[in-house]
């Protein structure tokens, strides 16, 4: 188990840890480099608590399963519970904006994919969501309209942005609260954009909203037990 606990403004949040409701699919150019369909829904996929850990310092990746891909996503912690909600309350519930990786063993991910059954053995993992520090929503003027980005040993990989999104924030949070009560300490992932590739060892990460979040790591590899 990780010592992870959720932060806001550097400071430990007093939330428990909870599931993390992940979206696929919600950047068209990512859904064109990994040929996949457009949805008319959010796909939507859980990560248990058990994945997060602090995205600070070290990021250790068991490397027994094949390639382990980034996947840079906004990251939503939610301080209210939420069933079936409005979109205004979905707005007011959000208490933490902060960035996390969708860790993904790709080649794993294909091969469950190909045979019709579920990925979470692939996104799922120990150590699968490593996450920030928390900013409060209210740095932002509109939070449909934030961008965010990660750099590998200096290079910018991916840029997203949430005006850039098929779903919307408020759309993502009403639409699975109808299937999943939404939790205090829950986070919500709202899904990368173009530019996903396979970590390597000793890779220097920066993930970054300009001007108002970083948080640096670098990656290293083990094999089976640590
Ligand atoms: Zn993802």
Redesign the pocket.
């Known amino acids: 188990m990780s010592n992870y606990r959720h932060k806001i403004n550097d400071k430990c949040a007093p939330l428990p840890l909870g599931k993390i409701i992940?979206?696929?699919r919600n950047f068209s150019e990512h859904i064109s480099e990994l040929g996949n369909c457009f949805p008319e829904s959010p796909v939507l996929f859980l990560k248990p608590s058990t994945s997060l850990v602090e995205l600070d310092g070290q990021l250790k990746i068991d490397s027994s399963f094949g390639a382990c891909h980034f996947?840079t996503?906004l990251a939503l912690l939610i301080g209210k519970e939420l069933k079936n909600c409005s979109e205004d309350e979905a707005m007011k519930a959000i208490i933490g904006i902060g960035l996390s990786l969708?860790l993904?063993y790709r080649d794993l991910q294909n091969k469950l994919k190909s045979e019709g059954l579920p990925w979470e053995k692939s996104?799922g993992f120990d150590g699968s969501c490593p996450t920030t520090n928390f900013i409060s929503p209210n740095h932002f003027t509109n939070l449909n309209n934030i961008q965010f980005k990660l750099f590998i040993n200096g290079k910018e990989r991916q840029r997203g942005d949430t005006s850039a999104m098929i779903f919307r924030i408020d759309e993502i949070l009403c639409y699975a609260s109808k299937y999943f009560s939404i939790l205090p300490g829950d986070l919500v992932?709202t899904?990368?954009p173009f530019g996903?590739g396979a970590l390597t060892s000793n890779d220097e990460l920066r993930l970054e909203i300009p001007n108002l979040l970083n948080a640096s790591a670098k990656v290293s590899f083990f094999k089976g037990k640590q």
């Open positions: 992940c979206v696929g996947e996503e969708d993904t996104k992932l899904g990368t996903v």
